[in-house]
């Protein structure tokens, strides 16, 4: 096999109608191997033999699109000094646009033993973890153009891309569940119908099934768990996942402009799907742990203000590079219209507290792409400060926490909430003024997929997460929710209309108030999770929008 040197950037796999230039950094490793992955089990092995600024580089002609590969990473593994290296882990490349296959979870995904953690594991995972595929990036994009609504003319409307569509009735089986089913006219229609400018699609970044979740016959639904940033997520892909996926999801986006509807994705830049110190090593922790997580004092540890075990390090440069990369390649090859950032106080974070001056919003401020979409930030994260609301740059709008909160304490019937609530209708300019920002920096919503829907709303006190696993001690217990006289289910038919006229308030509200509204999957026709409040884990049709008229 002929090698050449290749170029350090960019990073990732990059087919030019030749072959591919291979490209990865590490500033820890002592060696990479690119390793080639052939259909029978076999590996070709490819030392990258070049290095600039800590990016090890090849070029390889006759390597195709389709082609599925992974890094193996030697160095040293001395957790104690936050190096986490071993050659036995198949990593994913962090800049890969594809990924094949999924984790079975089996011992060898593991960099120890179960039940020692202070053990080093040289059990081989390639048999049982993902691997980076090559894409052809060449793409009939015909005469596509971005919407561009402005924010005073838009209507987001939150939506899973499985949840949407799994159960819609005029969708082909085999299209149920995936990008292209977010095409299908049916679905258009209903949403340009609606009235709904822009599409917020739940996480679609490749993600990662938990383990636990796994073992207990859950899974992580709604994909808060990403592991690549630059890959559409494979399993909503209709067919094959060597590629396919990202002609797919380009497929759904060039039919959704050409309905005027914009493509808005949520994003999970905080963490990655490795978690804590005792998580899978699956691409980063192997490549260069301490690069690209927030390390404790004792550098065997994590600092994790996301509540899932890590959290990215915003002060790395190579970190803010992928995260940028990231956001241009979604934006100029998949043609995604904005962002919603998932939990966005941790991205603020170069140090411990929150800092609106961080350079992530320096560099968002002045990227010529980037800064040209919409931004949404989730302006809270669970660490100590990370309550924001208000508290984002100008360039920014932000789920407007406050204004859910003052909404359904007004509905239901709570005392001394209607100064708050004028100040909610008008705008919101307590919180945004100050700053010269407009009302249009406030993005209104009374439910989103997190928490109760509309219809549970306004039917149920308290949750009801008994499915979930964990003794209903999960999700927001004060949920400013009232059953209108029965919690769940019931044929009183007086609690029945009480309940349609306030979910009827609840959007009136919505739409009549000053900002932009955002309306969640299915409360158009009241859509109920039976009293579940966070259906993380609930692939399953009480997560699914069940349609009017399906069976």
């Known amino acids: 096999m002929q090698v050449w040197p290749g170029q350090m950037y960019p990073l990732g796999a990059t087919y030019d109608g030749a072959g591919t230039n291979f490209a990865v950094y590490s500033e820890t490793a002592e060696r990479i191997e690119l390793s080639l992955l052939h259909d029978d089990g076999s590996e070709t092995a490819v030392e990258l033999r070049e290095t600039d600024a800590f990016v090890r580089h090849a ?62 594991n040289d059990l081989d995972s390639a048999p049982h973890t993902m691997t980076s595929v090559v894409v052809n990036p060449y793409f009939d994009w015909g005469d ?11 209507v987001l409307y939150e939506a899973h891309v499985k949840g949407l569509t799994m ?9 149920r569940g995936s990008y292209a089913a977010l095409a299908h006219p049916a679905i258009i229609e209903h949403l340009t119908e609606l009235g709904v400018t822009a599409l917020e699609l739940m ?52 039919a959704l402009h050409e309905a005027g509807i914009e493509v808005i994705l949520d994003v999970v830049y905080n963490h990655t799907a490795e978690g804590n110190h005792l998580g899978p090593t699956l691409s980063f922790r192997g490549l260069d742990n301490a690069s690209y997580y927030r390390l404790a004092d004792d550098p065997r540890y994590y600092m994790d203000t996301t509540g899932t075990g890590n959290s990215l390090l915003m002060r790395s440069p190579h970190v803010l590079q ?127 997929h997190d928490g109760f829907t509309l219809r549970d709303l306004v039917s149920y006190d308290n949750k009801h997460n008994e499915d979930n696993g964990e003794d209903n001690q999960d999700g927001e217990s004060f949920n ?11 044929d009183d038919l007086e609690v029945q209309e009480l309940r349609a006229r ?46 009017p008229g399906a069976a």
């Open 322 to 448: 992928l995260i940028m990369d990231s956001l241009r390649y979604w934006v100029t090859e998949m043609r995604v219209d904005g962002f919603r950032f998932d939990l966005a106080a941790t991205l603020a974070r170069q140090f411990h507290e929150v800092d609106r001056l961080s350079s992530f919003f320096d560099l968002v401020q002045q990227d010529p792409v980037v800064s040209q979409v919409k931004l949404i930030a989730e302006p809270w994260d669970v660490g100590e400060g990370g309550y924001q609301v208000g508290n984002f740059p100008p360039l920014w709008t932000e789920w407007n926490g406050k204004f859910r909160d003052t909404v359904r304490d007004l509905w239901r019937g709570e005392p001394r909430t209607l100064a708050e609530f004028g100040s909610r209708l008008t705008g919101s300019s307590d919180l945004y003024q100050g700053d010269g920002r407009r009302p249009l920096a406030s993005v209104n919503f009374v439910t989103c």
């Open 203 to 254: 996480p679609v970044h490749q993600f990662v099934h938990d383990h636990r979740l796994v073992d207990a016959g859950l899974a992580n639904y709604w994909g808060y768990n990403t592991i690549g940033f630059f890959a559409p997520h494979n399993a909503y892909a209709s067919w094959g996942d060597r590629g396919q996926q990202v002609l797919e999801f380009k497929s759904a986006v060039r």
């Open 167 to 175: 159960l819609h009735p005029d969708l082909p089986d085999d299209l």
């Open 502 to 547: 306030q979910m009827r308030n609840f959007i009136a509200t919505l739409l009549l108030s000053q900002g932009v509204p955002m309306l969640s999957h299915g409360d158009e026709f009241g859509r109920t999770q039976h009293g579940n409040n966070n259906a993380y884990c609930q692939d399953n049709e009480l997560a699914w929008v069940r349609w």
């Open 59 to 120: 070029y390889l002609p006759g390597i195709m699109p389709g082609q599925r590969y992974g890094f193996r990473v030697h160095g040293p593994y001395k957790p104690e000094r936050g190096d986490r290296h071993n050659s036995a882990k198949l990593l994913l490349d962090p800049y890969a646009k594809a990924v094949s296959g999924s984790i079975d979870w089996d011992e060898a995904v593991y960099g120890y033993h179960f039940g020692k953690p202070d053990s080093r």
């Open 480 to 490: 400013r929710s009232w059953n209108c006289g029965a919690e769940g289910p019931t």
């Open 144 to 154: 596509d153009r971005p919407p561009r609504t402005d924010y005073h003319e838009t």
